[in-house]
């Protein structure tokens, strides 16, 4: 199993047992406001770690001093595979906003993308709307590289209608990454 440090942080596979801090956030609809999914309760935490530690995509980010999870990181490679394009993304518990957390943590499975994996392109995608995701995302020194017009939706209204949003995508290929960390 693959654990990737920082200074302050372990970056792990999920266990089963970290549902309990998973339900942490995902119970807050301030989190799961931009995510293609609703508000978790204690029993959708329990399967979701369960998934989740089944999965190579999330890891769950925690503090190096406690061991506290306290948000995860999601790295997928995209079809198809010979492209080598990796997608991130993030989500964090909002008692920990603010210290540089989200960034660290992306900012070193990003390393580990482009050094381990030999990926040839890492891409992200956010919610217009979603200032500190895009920031986040540019202070990765990604490029946005498109603005996409109600391309996607992940919720509908009560008759049933989707709920089209923008989408912010955003980018950095290898060669840019070994010029910019």
Request: glycine share 4%; hydrophobic share 35%; net charge positive.
């Amino acid at each position: 199993m693959t654990i990737l440090e920082t200074e302050r942080l372990i970056i792990r596979k999920f266990t089963p047992g970290d549902w309990k801090e998973l339900y942490d956030y995902l119970s807050k609809e301030s989190v799961v406001k931009y995510e293609p999914y609703e508000v978790y309760n204690e029993s959708d935490c329990k399967k979701e770690a369960i998934y989740r530690s089944a999965q190579d995509a999330f890891w769950a980010v925690c503090l190096k001093e406690n061991n506290k999870l306290i948000g995860n990181v999601y790295f997928q490679r995209q079809e198809p595979q010979e492209f080598l394009t990796w997608e991130i993304g993030f989500v964090f518990n909002p008692l920990y906003y603010g210290k540089g957390y989200a960034t660290e943590s992306s900012k070193r499975i990003m390393q580990y993308g482009f050094e381990q994996l030999n990926a040839r392109r890492i891409v992200a995608m956010c919610n217009p709307k979603n200032t500190p995701s895009w920031k986040l995302l540019e202070r990765l020194n990604m490029r946005r590289e498109g603005h996409l017009i109600q391309n996607i939706f992940f919720k509908c209204d009560e008759k049933g209608n989707p709920l089209w949003i923008d989408t912010f995508e955003y980018a950095m290929l290898a060669k840019e990454w070994l010029t910019k960390k």
